[in-house]
Nanobody
Framework: QVQLVESGGDLVQTGGSLRLSCEAS???????MAWYRQAPGKQRELVAA???????NYADSVKGRFTISRDNAKNTVYLQMSSLKPEDTAIYYC?????????WGQGTQVTVSS
């Protein structure tokens, strides 16, 4: 059983930046990881993913503004977010890909004010 703990969510103004962190209770080096988000009344969506070899992919809506990275020594995945927009407001969840469902964190709230 792996536990994931997200942190770094906050209330920021449009155009601001935040860095989210996701710390795992065990090693993450052999797993792909990702950040998802869910806004009120909407389905959870993939924001960014990173493979164990650190290849990345992003949702079109965040390309050029968000950067996902990993530090395997710290068992931590990051999401650097810049040029934030009100439509980025959501709960952001970390996921570790394993098996059918994988493991999810509890989420961290990001609110971008206009």
């Amino acid at each position: 059983q792996v536990q994931l703990v997200e942190s770094g969510g906050d209330l920021v103004q449009t155009g601001g930046s935040l860095r989210l962190s996701c710390e795992a209770s065990g090693t993450i080096s052999i797993y792909a990881m990702a950040w998802y988000r869910q806004a009120p009344g909407k389905q959870r969506e993939l924001v960014a993913a990173i493979t164990r070899s650190s290849s990345t992919n992003y949702a079109d809506s965040v390309k050029g503004r968000f950067t996902i990275s990993r530090d395997n020594a710290k068992n931590t995945v990051y999401l650097q977010m810049s040029s934030l927009k009100p439509e980025d407001t959501a709960i952001y969840y970390c996921k570790l890909y394993w098996g059918y469902d994988g493991y999810w964190g509890q989420g961290t709230q990001v609110t971008v004010s206009s």
